[in-house]
């Protein structure tokens, strides 16, 4: 399976929708980088985990989960990048491919060190891009399709029965 590792902080700080967002509505930003993710997710089918650093969220280190993507706020005093380090480390096997985003050249050559991919926040945002115009592509073919009825009709006995829906004889 496929996992991407991402570097929230950094996605909001590259991405231009998130940077204009989290000046207003910081947690607002977080959550449209989850929603954005499960999209990308659920088009890609690889396992996604968002990993935000603890020093704009105090306290102990906190893990859930938002429409299948894994949110992981590191414990206070660790950085984003230390635990994207370790569980590149962890998670990157023979059946599985880590692939890090983020756009910290310094943490790119460090994870690539690991045997994990690395991907940058413009590479990202450009296949995230791409993943979107196939969903609404993929939602326009199936608006466009007209429900079957369930019991089979001539088309002269739907035409009938249209005529009585609408009260025309």
């Not at 206070?76 to 994207?84: F, G, K, M, V, W």
């Amino acid at each position: 399976m496929d996992i991407l590792l991402v570097d929230g902080y950094n996605m909001i700080g590259a991405w231009p929708e998130l940077r204009r967002l989290k000046d207003t509505d910081f947690a607002g930003a977080r959550d449209r980088l989850v929603t954005l993710m499960a999209e990308y997710q659920g088009v890609h089918g690889c396992r996604v985990i968002i990993v935000f650093d603890a020093h704009f969220v105090k306290g102990t280190e906190k893990k859930y989960r938002d429409a299948k993507v894994e949110v992981i706020f590191t414990r206070e005093n660790e950085t984003a990048d230390e635990r994207i380090e370790k569980m590149a480390i962890e998670l990157n096997n023979v059946r599985d491919q880590v692939t890090v985003a983020t756009s910290d050249y310094t943490e790119q050559w460090a994870v690539f060190g690991q045997g994990a991919l690395r991907i940058s926040a413009r590479e990202l945002l450009t296949e995230l891009s791409i993943t979107q115009k196939a969903i609404q592509k993929n939602l326009g073919e199936i608006s466009e399709v007209k429900p079957h009825a369930r019991i089979p009709l001539s088309k002269e006995t739907a035409e009938t029965f249209e005529k009585w829906r609408r009260g025309k004889k």
